[in-house]
């Protein structure tokens, strides 16, 4: 069957020239070798280049400022992205679950980590169901680990809806379009519900997503890793020795 007859040329375009066909499947001799997983990853150990080093006997008495420090040194580093942590979660029925979001702020203590997700989400609903979570963050640049683990609670609808203000356009869009996690039957159906609140927000720029919420995960251990190509990998992990909130931090080496 010609291309055109497929619906791969439409009218008026050029048709492929005579000639091999350059589609991979149409020549089974170049087609690579299915490889596995051991295969591929083959002589490539995680963290075989020159990192930085953790003097851990000098960390700060509590965790925020050493996460500011190395977050500041992850973005003069390059590292993509290094705001995007992942949020783990478990479910009614106690199976965990996970994915990555963008943590919004911590607070100068390390106490308080704040992050937005829509409250009807299956994340939201994990959350409502069991308010505590874990956010882990690796920076391979440098080796880095950060693991934080705490009780979460939802803030008030004034403090999401400020905080959903400050988002950008797009966000917003795509925070009012909702339905996060439903099955979608169709792209165009997914463009026609973003068109649909494109609208809104243009008529109504204060608007603010239903269930749009700002969470904050009060840690009770905080755990910096920094790894090391012989594998002398130092650990530090902070510990919350007060109540809820309280910025009172015990420090422990761990053993790699
Ligand atoms: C780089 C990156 C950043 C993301 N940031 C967010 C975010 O800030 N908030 C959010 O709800 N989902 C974010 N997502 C999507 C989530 O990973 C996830 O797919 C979505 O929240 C649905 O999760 P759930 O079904 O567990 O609720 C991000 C995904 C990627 C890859």
Aim: no cysteine; proline share 11%.
């Amino acid at each position: 069957m010609a291309a055109e007859e497929e619906g791969l040329t439409g009218p008026g375009e050029a048709r492929p020239a005579p000639g091999p066909d350059p589609r991979p499947e149409s020549r089974p001799e170049h087609r690579p070798e299915p490889r596995s997983v051991p295969e591929l990853l083959l002589g490539r150990p995680p963290m075989a280049r020159p990192l930085p080093t953790f003097d851990a006997e000098a960390a700060p008495a509590e965790p925020g400022p050493l996460f500011v420090d190395w977050l500041a040194t992850a973005l003069d580093a390059g590292v993509p992205d290094p705001q995007v942590v992942t949020l783990s979660t478990v479910d009614a029925d106690g199976v965990p679950d996970a994915r990555v979001l963008v943590l919004r702020d911590v607070d100068a203590a390390g106490t308080g980590w704040v992050f937005s997700a829509a409250a009807d989400s299956p994340k939201g609903r994990q959350l409502a169901d069991h308010p505590a979570a874990a956010l882990t963050v690796y920076w391979p640049q440098l080796g880095r680990q950060v693991r934080v683990r705490g009780t979460v609670e939802r803030a008030a609808d004034l403090v999401a809806a400020a905080e959903f203000a400050t988002r950008s356009p797009a966000a917003r869009v795509g925070a009012l379009v909702g339905r996060q996690s439903e099955p979608l039957a169709s792209l165009e159906e997914y463009d026609e519900a973003v068109a649909v609140a494109r609208r809104r927000l243009e008529a109504t720029p204060d608007a603010v997503a239903a269930g749009h919420a700002v969470y904050t995960l009060w840690a009770h251990e905080v755990e910096f890793w920094q790894g090391d190509a012989q594998r002398r990998h130092v650990r530090l992990r902070y510990t919350r020795t007060g109540p809820v909130r309280t910025p009172e931090w015990s420090r422990t080496l761990l053993w790699p």
